[in-house]
């Protein structure tokens, strides 16, 4: 005989009505193997779950009461306990997503997270000034934490997906990069100036081998083979807070690509040579061993290695520098100064792979010099020199060719 609610409706198997007039369901998650109950105030309510369920089961969606209640927080925890990653990576993902993304959608259930609930929340982000780039960053942390939820049953599909529009953050700003003319006026400036005569190799080496900050101030004397007339890039120099205060450490290539061997031109070679100089001259020694690393080649008055900041705060005085000389001397000629624009150890890693670019390097070998783990990073560059000053250079080779 069937079973009937209190209100004389047959009651199907698994469902039951309690005394206080609540409607229940219990049954096996087959995939879990766990036996779960859900609740209604009445019963086309709870037939309704029912259907949900049915279909879940039907899909192998996950329909564990507590797999429902998981928050993204708790996925994006699960997320980074798959992955490997190097200690500064990690660092870096768990703070994008504590000041961006923990009490903004962190405590959203995920089975509950829509599309509309990414783009507002991207939409946001753009309305409060951050960077195209910043948001495609925690993109990045989304999609593949969402993608495992659906890899483990638990969604059916990304709620991510096509959630990344272009429009969404202030758009990248143009790299400042220096044309020949104002490398040029650069070196000049420097080599007549009694303050900052002693960069020239530091600025040589930068803007011949187009090295990252942390590769630069991470080389030690054992990177130099001037027989062979090599570098080899195998590291960075960083300095972080990992939990125990900042300090430097030594961060290893994400990539093949970041690993590599750089031969070395005449320029480079007298730019070495002139520094083990220098460093005699101002009696720096390297005093520290960071990490099995010690012997740096770009020291601080301590004999420290130089900090990331402090190669941009160079480059910073220097430009500062020759731009107040420039003005001056233009103002007593009555013209326009020709003011340098402000650069980072980036612009001029930038610019150097601009220089190679431009003189026809082939890309490939571009690529491996400038350790891109994409060619299409690469590709960037060669698609930012097609400006005036580039074609008029070129009408003028041109010219010359035919003589016109």
């Known amino acids: 005989m069937a079973r009937k609610d209190s209100r004389g409706r047959n009651l199907r198997t698994g469902e039951s009505e309690r005394k206080d007039g609540i409607y229940m369901y219990r049954y096996t998650d087959v995939k879990s193997g766990k036996r779960q109950t859900i609740y209604a105030g009445d019963l086309p309510e709870l037939r309704e779950k029912e259907k949900q369920i049915a279909k879940d089961l039907d899909d192998n969606i996950l329909t564990d009461t507590a797999i429902k209640k998981m928050t993204l927080n ?97 758009a990248p700003k143009e790299k400042d990069i220096l044309t020949m003319e104002q490398q040029e006026k650069l070196f000049a400036f420097v080599c007549g100036s009694p303050v900052y005569n002693v960069y020239i190799p530091m600025l040589t080496v930068m ?27 195998n590291h960075q120099l960083i300095y972080k807070d990992f939990g125990d205060g900042y300090k430097f450490h030594i961060n290893n290539p994400k990539t093949k690509a970041g690993n590599r061997i750089i031969p070395m031109s005449q320029a480079v070679q007298r730019a070495f040579t002139e520094q083990k100089k220098i460093n005699f001259m101002l009696g720096r020694h390297s005093i520290e061993e960071i990490e099995g690393c010690s012997d740096f080649i770009f020291l601080a008055k301590t004999g420290r290695p130089l900090m990331p900041s402090a190669v941009n705060n160079v480059l910073y ?88």
């Open 317 to 404: 005085n220097i430009i500062d520098a020759y731009n107040k000389a420039e003005s001056g001397k233009a103002e007593k000629e009555r013209r326009t100064p020709a003011l340098l624009p402000k650069i980072s150890s980036h612009s001029l890693r930038h610019t150097a792979c601009t220089n190679m670019a431009k003189h026809g390097m082939n890309i490939k070998i571009l690529q491996y010099i400038m350790g891109h783990a994409h060619s299409d990073v690469t590709m960037d560059v060669y698609n930012h020199i097609a400006g005036v000053e580039d074609v008029k250079e070129e009408i003028i080779k041109y010219e010359k060719a035919v003589n016109i």
């Open 74 to 170: 708790t996925l994006f925890e699960r997320y980074m306990q798959t992955r490997r990653f190097y200690s500064s990576t990690k660092i870096n993902y768990e703070n994008m997503w504590d000041i961006h993304v923990k009490n903004e959608l962190g405590n959203i259930k995920v089975v509950q997270l829509r599309p509309s609930h990414i783009k507002t929340f991207y939409n946001k982000m753009s309305e409060q000034g951050y960077a195209n780039n910043t948001i495609k960053y925690i993109h990045t942390l989304l999609y593949p934490a969402l993608e495992l939820a659906v890899d483990d049953d638990i969604i059916r599909k990304n709620p991510a997906k096509n959630t990344l529009s272009g429009d969404y953050g202030e």
């Open 207 to 233: 803007l011949e081998l187009g090295l990252r900050c942390g590769e630069l101030i991470g080389l030690t004397w054992s990177d130099i083979d001037m027989e062979k007339k090599e570098v080899s890039v």
